[in-house]
């Protein structure tokens, strides 16, 4: 892509400011207006949201949003500075909504993984542009 301005969103998103989750589907969405096949750009945000919320949660700083389209897929990245690393968990279904932002990026998500930084972590998922959705 020399040559291309690679299309990018990058967002600090405030110490538990919850406000940011809207917020960042909606910068998302403007940046995937042209993007993917059907349904592709709804999960993105769907994902995006799940990340941001269990920095935003789970932490005790802000946290940086990048989303990164490439000409074949997506790449988001919420980079907290907390090291603890992140796991799925099985949710109890009867008592809670909470616990399934993991297992829904990784049901629905073509790859996903954490990266250790020097300070905290970045977790990250990629959606291939014309992949089937779920």
């Known amino acids: ?7 990018q969103l990058r967002r600090r998103l405030g110490r538990a400011d919850l406000r ?14 042209h993007w993917g096949g059907p349904g592709r750009s709804e999960i ?7 990340l941001v919320t269990n920095a935003l949660v789970h ?9 990164t389209v490439g000409p074949e897929a997506l790449r988001v990245e ?12 099985v949710p109890d279904p009867e008592h ?9 990026v990784q049901s629905l998500a073509d790859d ?3 990266r250790p930084c020097e300070a905290g972590k970045s977790v990250w998922f990629e959606l291939d542009a014309d992949a089937e959705a779920a």
Do not use: I, Q
Request: glycine content about 10%.
């Open 1 to 7: 892509m020399k040559g291309h301005a690679t299309p």
């Open 20 to 33: 940011a989750v809207p917020e960042a589907r909606r910068a998302l969405r403007e940046l995937l207006r």
């Open 44 to 50: 993105a945000e769907l994902l995006t949201s799940e």
């Open 59 to 67: 932490t005790e700083e802000g946290a940086v949003l990048t989303a």
């Open 78 to 89: 919420v980079r907290d500075y907390v090291g603890r690393l992140p796991r799925p968990r």
């Open 96 to 104: 809670s909504t909470n616990g399934r932002g993991l297992v829904l």
């Open 112 to 114: 996903w993984g954490v």
